[in-house]
């Protein structure tokens, strides 16, 4: 079975760093994703992790560790248009082969960003 | 914009009517999914559909009947809905040689009376 644990809200003040945590329990682990979705809207794609290690885009990072079954995504310099739910997502290949694959994903982390 | 459109985006049905979601991906992707995404849970995969060939069903109850004609174009039939099924419906494309992201459209927001 999949299990994605992540945190359901978080506060941050504009200008802040803030870091929100996810961990896995999985089967087939083959990448984690993270994406953002603002309320009333389809997510979009912000991060893509398959190895150990730190990955920055931006003000976006996202780490890995696979061992420990952990990701986390790193916002620096909070702007208040990052106020949406953060979702943390698993990937797992799909067996009919190359073009399809599964992601499984937590219930997401709701961001408040406050002045 | 994401390249996914969905129609419509708001859908009100009563428990005995039958009606259809569509959508439809501009991305030349040849991986198309439906997902449901309910109050307060994660969003589930619900049918998976590579080159209009169905690989995954989730489980799904049988009152939601997927359609895939060709890669670009992905439906939904909805027939005989439970109130438990009003949720946000997505879809989502993707095209794993060359990108390894799936992209999202603007979902359905689906309430059964």
């Known amino acids: 079975g999949q299990n994605i644990d992540q945190p359901t809200e978080m506060t941050a003040t504009e200008g802040a760093i803030v870091q929100i945590n996810c961990t896995y329990q999985?089967?087939?682990?083959?990448?984690l994703f993270w994406y953002q979705q603002h309320a009333g809207e389809a997510p979009t794609f912000l991060s893509y992790n398959v190895l150990d290690g730190l990955e920055e885009k931006g003000r976006f990072s996202s780490f890995l560790s696979r061992s420990k079954g952990y990701s986390y995504l790193l916002l620096k310099e909070l702007q208040m248009k990052d106020s949406a739910s953060y979702l943390c997502a698993v990937r797992v290949d799909g067996d009919s082969g190359a073009g399809s694959y599964q992601l499984t994903f937590g219930k997401g982390t709701k961001l408040s960003v406050i002045p | 914009e994401t390249g996914v459109t969905q129609t419509p985006r708001h859908l009100v049905m009563g428990m005995t009517n039958k009606k259809s979601l569509k959508c439809e991906q501009h991305?030349?992707?040849?991986?198309m999914y439906w997902y449901k995404q309910s109050a307060k849970k994660p969003l589930e995969l619900m049918f998976v559909y590579n080159f209009k060939e169905q690989t995954e069903n989730n489980s799904v109850p049988s009152r939601f009947s997927p359609e895939c004609p060709n890669s670009s174009h992905l439906f939904l039939h909805l027939h005989t809905l439970q109130p438990e099924d009003s949720a946000l419906y997505l879809c989502a494309s993707s095209r794993r040689t060359q990108s390894y992201e799936q992209y999202f459209g603007p979902g359905t927001r689906l309430t059964v009376t």
């Open positions: 991305l030349g992707h040849n991986a």
């Open positions: 999985t089967s087939g682990f083959n990448g």
